[in-house]
T-cell receptor, first 113, second 113 residues
Framework: DQQVKQNSPSLSVQEGRISILNCDYTNSMFDYFLWYKKYPAEGPTFLIS?????DKNEDGRFTVFLNKSAKHLSLHIVPSQPGDSAVYFCAASMASGTYKYIFGTGTRLKVLA | EAGVTQFPSHSVIEKGQTVTLRCDPI?????LYWYRRVMGKEIKFLLH????????ESGMPNNRFLAERTGGTYSTLKVQPAELEDSGVYFC???????????FGPGTRLLVL
């Protein structure tokens, strides 16, 4: 039973436009969410995170939005650049108890020049 | 500052053989995690060390997997005997505290034939 879902396996966006990657979760106990970016043959690289007490966190071109009532988060990349082409993983964790990350299956983003 | 390192980067073994993967966390990081990604699916948690102690090993698939972290520095993950379904990419991650962001290594790609 997958607790974190990324329903879009792939996404193509023109350079300069906005990329929106979506993630849904089922466990209401999750209180910390992260996005990782992964290039081929490399490990996941931390991108941005958000605590459940917030609904938005911004870092440069990257913004994460959290909608707790819908159990949904999204990553916005504006403007998208060819170097952003990678697989993006959404992850969730609980501050209490275990500290493991629960990952989604990833969305492959391709930014077209 | 050096990141998380993993050795080897690739390993190809035959079913029934033994393989040992090594992870060196970021210096000073007491928390060390092992994850696995199988066949392009989600990245799944295996276990969590705090220094040399196993904090959570709920994700370990079975008793063919043995993880150790002697002295609280580097960690090894041994698979004995390896089965076909053990093929995948094994990632190690580390964090300073359990609530801190986890930083991932490049992974070890294991192929069991």
């Amino acid at each position: 039973d997958q607790q974190v879902k990324q329903n879009s396996p792939s996404l193509s966006v023109q350079e300069g436009r906005i990329s929106i990657l979506n993630c849904d979760y089922t466990n209401s106990m999750f209180d910390y969410f992260l996005w990782y970016k992964k290039y081929p043959a490399e490990g996941p690289t931390f991108l941005i995170s958000i605590s459940s007490i917030k609904d938005k966190n911004e870092d440069g071109r990257f913004t994460v939005f959290l909608n707790k009532s819908a159990k949904h988060l999204s990553l916005h990349i504006v403007p998208s650049q060819p170097g952003d082409s990678a697989v993006y993983f959404c992850a969730a964790s609980m501050a209490s108890g275990t500290y493991k990350y629960i990952f989604g299956t990833g969305t492959r983003l391709k930014v077209l020049a | 500052e050096a990141g998380v390192t993993q050795f080897p980067s690739h390993s190809v073994i035959e079913k029934g053989q033994t393989v040992t993967l090594r992870c060196d966390p970021i210096s000073g990081h007491d928390n060390l995690y092992w994850y696995r990604r199988v066949m392009g699916k989600e990245i799944k948690f295996l276990l969590h060390f705090v220094k040399e102690s196993k904090q959570d090993e709920s994700g370990m698939p079975n008793n063919r997997f043995l993880a150790e972290r002697t002295g609280g520095t580097y960690s090894t993950l041994k698979v004995q005997p390896a089965e076909l379904e053990d093929s995948g990419v094994y990632f190690c991650a580390s964090s300073q505290g359990p609530l801190e962001t986890q930083y991932f290594g490049p992974g070890t790609r294991l192929l069991v034939l």
